[in-house]
Nanobody, 125 residues
Framework: QVQLVESGGGLVQPGGSLRLSCVAS????????IGWFRQAPGEEREGVLC????????YYSDSVKGRFTVSRDNAKNTVYLQMNDLNTEDTAVYYC??????????????????WGQGTQVTVSS
């Protein structure tokens, strides 16, 4: 019953923008932590940004700070990842995740359950 469904991925040219959506069901996403992660081909999963359930602050990986932002629409029980100024290094499968109980640094992936199914973002000219 608890699940996340992602959408919004696709093909975009360098310098372009995309907004990913993550719709929650089975729970109300309010104070629970938010995580956005990505995994490029042949690489490990990487934390992109997160909203900590501990302090409510947003944390960013250095590679996306200033380009990516997170937001939520409480009425739709949905969180978003706005990605601007995309470059080829941003190409990856992107995953949203919810943190109900974690106590660790929120850019680490171990505290998240459930996870979205992933959506492909391809940045290419």
């Amino acid at each position: 019953q608890v699940q996340l469904v992602e959408s919004g991925g696709g093909l975009v040219q360098p310098g372009g923008s995309l907004r990913l959506s993550c719709v929650a069901s089975g729970f109300t996403w309010n104070t629970d932590g938010i995580g956005w992660f990505r995994q490029a081909p042949g690489e490990e999963r990487e934390g992109v940004l997160c909203v900590s359930r501990i302090d409510g602050s947003t944390y960013y990986s250095d590679s996306v700070k200033g380009r990516f932002t997170v937001s939520r629409d409480n009425a739709k029980n949905t969180v978003y990842l706005q990605m601007n100024d995309l470059n080829t290094e941003d190409t990856a499968v992107y995953y949203c995740a919810a943190d109900f109980y974690g106590t660790s640094w929120c850019l680490a992936s171990s505290d998240y359950d459930p996870w979205g199914q992933g959506t492909q973002v391809t940045v290419s000219s």
